[in-house]
């Protein structure tokens, strides 16, 4: 029945894709998670479904939920540990320039296996559970005693910054900080390696007022109020759409099935010290041999966010290969960023 159902959806209703939630459950047996299971099996085997997009939320809740890179070579998968990396590099958290460097590459110690490429990938900050992008950077706590639980629903560890204030505020610095921060997400979400997942509202700068498990909140916690949300400052529609146009005219994934990756991303920091500095004043974009913290801060008074981590140890030079790929160099060369 489920495989009829999803055929039907591709040859019917012209589906291109499916994106299965907990889909760990889906490939548990009598002796716990494998990727071989019946209906993954079922799923590689059918001619119908074999070529469509598919997509795992790839934990659940029972014993052995967490499986994050271990689905088959023809699904993609959420990839939690880049947004965990990037949400702490962002707060503030030091030394993890190699962490973030594996994430932006790709993540291969978690998906080169089995012919996968970097496409497998789907990396996001936020979704529809948590907070979202703007809250991400004004709340340092959740705030969900809406939702009748005494605030003991929702998660915890949310890695978020508060810039200084919990909550709203009329301060231009923080605001200006909280902006630029969320510039930097998006910056690097987009600039990545994988398949970017960005939630819907975060480009118009919508809050829940904290709320991080607005789940019951059927009313404008949960709603996106599109018109009312274009404010000065919040909308992040036209950086998206420049951010964008870079991945598309230097494509982040030009590789075929059997990709080769970039091993703890070290081509990628070599690539990016090799980039060195140059500026187009004319379109305002600019990159810098500054760390990657400072990459997307710009200058001025939003340049607050330059100084907002303590200082990263580079590598020595004598611990990274020279940049011999071509797909990496492109996306070095082109980490700009443009001050409105």
Not at 250 to 257: E, R, V
């Amino acid at each position: 029945m489920v495989m009829d159902s999803l055929r039907y959806w591709v040859e019917v209703c012209h589906v291109d894709g499916f994106r299965f939630d907990l889909a760990t459950t889906l490939a548990r047996g009598p002796n716990g998670f494998g990727r071989n299971a019946p209906f993954l099996t079922a799923v590689r085997q059918d001619p119908v479904l074999a070529s469509v997009k598919l997509v795992a939320e790839p934990w659940d809740l029972g014993m052995g939920g967490y499986q994050v890179g271990a689905f088959p070579s023809q699904w993609s998968e959420w990839n939690d540990r880049y947004r965990s990396a990037m949400r702490r590099y962002w707060s503030g958290e030091g030394s993890l320039i190699g962490e973030v460097s594996s994430r932006m590459t790709g993540s291969s110690d978690l998906f080169n296996h089995d012919g996968r490429s970097p496409r497998a990938s789907v990396n996001h900050i936020t979704v529809h559970d948590g907070f979202t992008l703007a809250d991400l950077f004004s709340y340092n706590a959740k705030h969900n005693e809406a939702n009748g639980e005494n605030n003991r629903d929702g998660a915890n560890d949310n890695h978020s910054n508060n810039c200084g204030h919990e909550g709203p505020t009329d301060d231009p610095a923080i605001k200006a900080l909280r902006a630029q921060l969320r510039k930097n997400q998006l910056a690097c979400l987009l600039l990545a390696q994988g398949v970017p997942l960005v939630l819907a509202g975060d480009e118009v700068g919508n809050s829940q007022n904290g709320n991080n498990n607005a789940y019951c909140q059927d009313n404008e916690t949960g709603w996106i109020g599109w018109e009312g949300l274009h404010r000065e400052g919040d909308d992040l529609t036209d950086f998206i759409g420049h951010m964008t146009e870079i991945r598309r005219r230097f494509p982040a994934n030009p590789y075929p099935p059997l990709a080769r990756w970039t091993p703890h991303g070290r081509v990628f920091r070599r690539a990016m010290a090799d980039a060195g500095r140059r500026r187009n004043e004319g379109a305002g974009l600019e990159i810098s041999r500054r760390p990657l913290s400072r990459l997307c801060a710009g200058t001025g008074p939003a340049s607050a966010a330059a100084d907002f981590h303590r200082p990263q140890r580079r590598p020595r030079s004598d611990q990274v290969h020279p940049a011999e790929d071509a797909g990496i160099q492109a996306l070095a060369a082109t980490i700009e960023h443009r001050r409105r």
